[in-house]
């Protein structure tokens, strides 16, 4: 059974860092891509990085977001520099739906497993 614990999401003034935890179980890092995701109340879900072969992140986080990987530790993390008031959201991680891809993307429809969500807020 795969599943997948989003944590670290709190509340930051703008300028404020945050990192991200996604502890993953019942699969591994080495098969299968990791994304984060991001929805705001009344927007549709917004996929800001990714890592699989490669990593990608959304215009809108590039430059102040960095994904990384803890392979021993099963878990993905996303540093979240310069937080902006744009940036609240639930953050959701997600394992991709196909294994072992060299590439991934930030679509939703391409990620199977998701975990429950953590709440990030900027506000001053």
């Known amino acids: 059974q795969v599943q997948l614990k989003e944590s670290g999401g709190g509340s930051v003034q703008p300028g404020g860092v945050l990192r991200l935890s996604c502890e993953i179980s019942?699969?591994?890092?080495?098969?299968?891509?990791i994304g984060w995701f991001r929805q705001a109340p009344g927007k549709e879900r917004e996929g800001i990085s990714c890592?699989?072969?490669?990593?990608g992140y959304a215009e809108s986080v590039k430059g102040r977001f960095t994904i990384s990987k803890d392979y021993a530790k099963n878990t993905v993390y996303l540093q979240m520099n310069s937080l902006k008031p744009e940036d609240p959201a639930v953050y959701y991680c997600?394992?991709?739906?196909?294994?072992?891809?060299?590439?991934?993307?930030?679509?939703?429809?391409?990620?199977?497993?998701w975990g429950q969500g953590t709440q990030v807020t900027v506000s001053s």
């Open positions: 997600a394992t991709e739906t196909i294994p072992g891809g060299a590439y991934c993307a930030l679509v939703s429809s391409e990620y199977k497993h």
């Open positions: 019942g699969v591994t890092l080495d098969e299968y891509g």
């Open positions: 890592t699989s072969g490669n990593t």
